[in-house]
């Protein structure tokens, strides 16, 4: 269905230490490894698709790690570095005093074909936001549509190449970006930085960008948005739903605010004084949410999504698919059948990540509950995290990994059954569509309402961060005092009248 090229193996497997390249070499499925990971006094291990393989019974050395950082380019700042002219990216895991402990060592391909399921909101010259889960082909979908764009249709294509993921290592870019240029960022902090220099400098008419993650990073991608430039990027969030939860960047489409209506305007709308509105114009018109290569699910109107959703309505995907001829299939769901189907796909992808929890129980809660979960050995495999309180409060670097990289988190109170499949539960429920962001505003609604009246104070439940920051803003304007109170995760806001 699709032409796969694999950008030189060789290159990646001929830096490895013999006694662990070789195996790799003689197996069959060699063109169908995902990466190599090596860590100092462990065996190392071979990742494909669907199963990990000990590729040696020998434990990996220091000399095997300098072995394979000799033979590479520098690392970055980000720890990553690459191979002249591939895609391959290896990235490094370091000690306290700076040396390297651990190697991930990943497969870059460039994969022609990707885009054919949305090339028509490629070509529309609209703004698009590619959303998904680690591994599902978001910047080989993004580095083929700056090759389509720069060669097919002839555009000025500027590449913002972030740890050169798109564009492979070295000063001459891969072949698989075509005629599109690429400008290189020295260390992740700069992208924003360079993101505003490409639009400056270069005239482009289109701006590719890998992983927006930082407020700068929201807030220049505006800035090009506004001066007419084509974006085409990716960010943390499998769903637009998240980025609506998510405070750095929410602003990508559009932002919210609690505004409290006149009496009247209310009356006509027919809603609370209090509600939800977005703040100003989507940065992105189009949201494209990849479930794999084969499956999408497309919200075209970015603004009127987002606009329902703050309502209490839903706007329900188009969702687009191949089938076995390679031929482009599209639905439009209805919004219930939207909304189980989103949230089956997220969770039929659970590859879940223990730490500080019994990983056979959690494995006999998976079996036991029938759930479309599997639990992995490494947080670079997962796509969730479950943890302990006691584990979370301390922030090892699983976590700190699993937060810097958008991985959600779930977090139990004890390593106990009963809570591991209260967890489970939560997670595959595909009965919930409540909105935690109405759910927040609402219930600060009726706590206003009952110090009003003359209650003293009242708690709310226990928020994150950033749907407190709004209850605060709700109470505010209601000429009412609050303040959080208690630890994460159980921290939450009490709303009182001053004179408590």
């Known amino acids: 269905m699709f032409k796969r090229i694999t950008t030189d193996l060789d290159a990646l497997l001929n830096r490895l230490p013999p006694h662990i390249s070789q195996p790799i070499q003689e197996r069959e499925d060699r063109n169908e490894l995902l990466e190599v990971v090596m860590d100092l006094g462990r065996p190392p291990e071979a990742r494909y698709p669907n199963h990990e393989i000990v590729l040696s019974d020998k434990e990996v050395t220091e000399e095997d790690i300098e072995y394979v950082a000799s033979r590479i380019a520098p690392f970055g700042d980000d720890n990553r570095a690459g191979i002249e002219r591939t895609l391959h990216r290896i990235s490094a895991i370091r000690n306290r005093k700076g040396r390297i402990v651990g190697l991930t060592c990943r497969v870059g391909r460039a994969v022609f074909g990707t885009i054919g399921i949305i090339q028509d909101l490629v070509e529309s010259g609209k703004s698009i936001l590619l959303l998904g889960g680690p591994g599902v082909g978001k910047t080989t979908m993004l580095r083929e549509v700056a090759r389509v764009l720069a060669d097919d249709l002839k555009k000025r294509v500027v590449i913002v190449d972030t740890s050169n993921e798109i564009a492979g290592d070295g000063d001459i870019p891969h072949p698989a970006i075509g005629h599109a240029r690429r400008m290189q960022v020295a260390t992740p902090q700069l992208q ?55 405070p750095t960047l929410c602003d990508l489409i559009g932002g919210i605010q609690s505004v409290t209506l006149g009496d009247e305007e209310a009356k006509r709308r027919g809603t609370q004084k209090s509600i939800l509105e977005r ?44 089938d076995e001829t390679a031929e482009v299939r599209r639905e439009q769901m209805s919004p219930r059948e939207g909304a189980i189907a989103r949230k089956v796909v997220a969770d039929t992808t659970k590859r879940i990540y223990p730490f500080g929890i019994n990983k056979s129980r959690l494995e006999q809660v998976v079996k036991s509950m029938g759930v479309p979960a599997k639990v992995v050995t490494s947080i670079a495999g997962a796509n969730l995290l479950m943890t302990s309180k ?18 959600p988190i779930y977090v139990l109170k004890t390593n106990k059954i009963s809570q591991i499949e209260r967890c489970l539960a939560s997670v595959f429920d595909v ?29 709310l439940s226990p928020r994150n961060a950033y749907l407190r920051m709004l209850q605060h803003q709700l109470a505010e304007r209601y000429s009412l005092s609050s303040h959080s109170i208690g630890r994460e995760p159980r921290r939450r806001v009490r709303i009182f009248s001053g004179l408590v």
Do not use: C
């Open 192 to 246: 924003h930085a360079v993101m505003i220099e490409a639009v400056e400098n270069h005239m482009p008419e289109v701006i590719v960008i890998d992983e927006i993650g930082t407020e700068l990073e929201a807030l220049a991608a505006r800035t090009i948005a506004e001066r007419g430039v084509q974006l085409v990027a990716t960010a943390h969030g499998n769903t637009l739903d998240n980025l609506i939860m998510n």
């Open 279 to 322: 703040k100003a114009p989507p940065t992105f018109d189009i949201v494209v949410e990849i479930q794999d290569w084969y499956h999408v699910a497309i919200q075209s109107d970015v603004a009127a999504v987002v606009d329902a959703m703050l309502r209490g309505r839903s706007m329900p995907p188009e969702v687009r698919w191949l």
């Open 390 to 407: 006691s584990y979370y409060r301390r922030k090892p670097q699983p976590i700190r990994d699993a937060e810097s990289t958008g991985i």
């Open 431 to 459: 009965e919930a569509f409540d909105n935690p962001v109405i759910s927040a505003i609402k219930e600060a609604e009726e706590a206003v309402a009952q110090v009003k009246e003359g209650k003293n104070a009242v708690d």
